[in-house]
């Protein structure tokens, strides 16, 4: 028996603005984590495009959760929404440098780090159903400061 080997296909882009006021909040466990808001995003590709509506991020210097709900940019729009749980590595100067870097220091570059998510993707709407259900969501991600950009890929 043969298996089909995944392919990937380039979903759409989401790129989203944080405000730079963070907050703190501890969580079960005692673990203390930060919340950001974001203020304004877009997404595009060939699954539509739209606009990123505000949502928040949880993030530590390893691990940044994100949700948002996407709004296509259809006559009629349908309502996309997207949680990510991704992981940051690196050598610890370079994680330093993506998390805590001032705004007249220069942006490290992406691929001086990795930045993976597995990501899910729902709607209840009928016209994108089929096209973001059943299916393995993956991405890959730049950081910096109150900016994330994530390429998501269908699996």
Not at 36 to 43: N, T
Not at 69 to 94: C, I, N, Q, Y
């Amino acid at each position: 028996m043969s298996l089909p080997m995944p392919t990937l296909e380039l979903g759409f882009r989401v790129t989203v603005r944080f405000a730079p006021d963070v907050a703190e909040t501890v969580v079960e466990g005692g673990k203390t984590v930060e919340l950001a808001r974001a203020v304004c995003g877009s997404w595009s590709g060939p699954l539509g495009s739209g606009v990123v509506l505000t949502r928040l991020k949880t993030r530590s210097i390893h691990q940044i959760n994100t949700a948002f709900k996407l709004r296509t940019g259809d006559e009629e729009p349908a309502m996309l929404e997207m949680g990510t749980r991704g992981f940051l590595s690196g050598t610890p100067d370079v994680l330093r440098q993506t998390a805590g870097r001032t705004d007249d220091e220069a942006r490290v570059d992406p691929r001086r780090y990795c930045y993976r998510m597995a990501i899910s993707l729902t709607t209840t709407d009928t016209r994108y159903v089929k096209k973001v259900g059943g299916a393995l969501w993956v991405g890959a991600a730049m950081w910096d400061l109150d900016e994330l950009v994530i390429d998501a890929y269908r699996v």
